[in-house]
């Protein structure tokens, strides 16, 4: 058992249309070894490092080639049905499921009422993130959102988090939703000038030991730089994309500059 409480990030999976370019780039960026599921589950490849689960990678079906490379954090609950029901009582819509992928768990791909595209995890026989917190691993997840009072009231309200603003500012409005005291995820509100394309999402953060030399060697990869590197009082990090174009941030949360900030 993992332990992840209710609304806690429990699994991340990334959707691309080259599964085996997909392998030969995360492979030697975070040296992950990789098990192919049966094609029951379409190919569903599950990413190890240190032979420890750290998040897995899928092909994109048939039906979804105007559906762009993505990155899925999913959210923990003990019981994916009536998250479900609160996803639609509160204004989200529900994509996919809930279903069973027997006998790992149950699934949910939903959509918050600001178009943050999510998922939820009902543990079976996988429990979620065996690793993380460490280089190659999973170690922090971000909602990026629009309208970030909507966001906020929605998550705090299908899930037992609590919202606590950090920053709100023109330039910045971020808050960090707790569960039981303890930070879990991000809150991030995309400025009002920014371009169109960059689409409310879930980031996924993935440690490294030096910020600067894991984008040297995405960019070697075939990977682009988005921005970055810069230093944060959390870590230096770098938001980047895979060569097939699913985005997600490079972080090394031990080379940290300045003070974290309070609630406001």
């Not at 490379?69 to 009536?82: E, G, H, I, L, Q």
């Not at 069973?100 to 149950?106: C, D, I």
């Not at 569960?179 to 371009?195: K, N, S, V």
């Amino acid at each position: 058992m993992t332990g992840y409480p209710e609304g806690a990030p429990c699994w991340a999976d990334v959707t691309l249309p080259d599964l085996e370019a997909g392998k030969r780039f995360y492979g030697d960026l975070f040296g992950w070894t990789f098990q192919t599921g049966s094609q029951e589950y379409g190919g569903y490849t599950q990413a190890y490092s240190d032979g420890k689960a750290v998040a897995a990678l899928a092909p994109q079906m048939p039906g979804q080639n105007d559906v762009p490379p993505a990155w899925t954090v999913y959210f923990d609950t003990p019981d994916v049905s009536a998250t479900a029901g609160r996803v639609r009582d509160h204004g989200g819509e529900t994509l996919m499921g809930p279903m069973e992928v027997a006998p790992f768990g149950s699934m949910l791909m939903a959509r918050d009422p600001a178009g943050v595209r999510f998922g939820v995890w009902q543990e079976g026989t996988h429990h979620g993130f065996e690793k993380r917190d460490a280089p190659g691993a999973f170690c922090w997840a971000e909602v990026h959102t629009r309208d970030a009072a909507r966001t906020d009231e929605f998550f705090t309200t299908v899930f037992p988090i609590d919202a606590k603003l950090l920053e709100s500012t023109a330039e910045m409005d971020y808050a960090v939703w707790m569960i039981h005291g303890e930070p879990r995820t991000g809150r991030y509100r995309i400025p009002d000038d920014a371009p169109a394309e960059i689409a409310p999402h879930v980031e996924v953060y993935f440690a490294v030991a030096d910020c600067d030399q894991a984008v040297a060697n995405l960019q070697r990869l075939g990977g682009r730089l988005v921005r970055g590197p810069m230093d944060s009082p959390y870590g230096r990090f770098a938001a980047v994309t895979d060569p097939l174009g699913a985005t997600f941030t490079l972080i090394d949360p031990e080379t940290t500059i300045g003070e974290p900030a309070g609630t406001v």
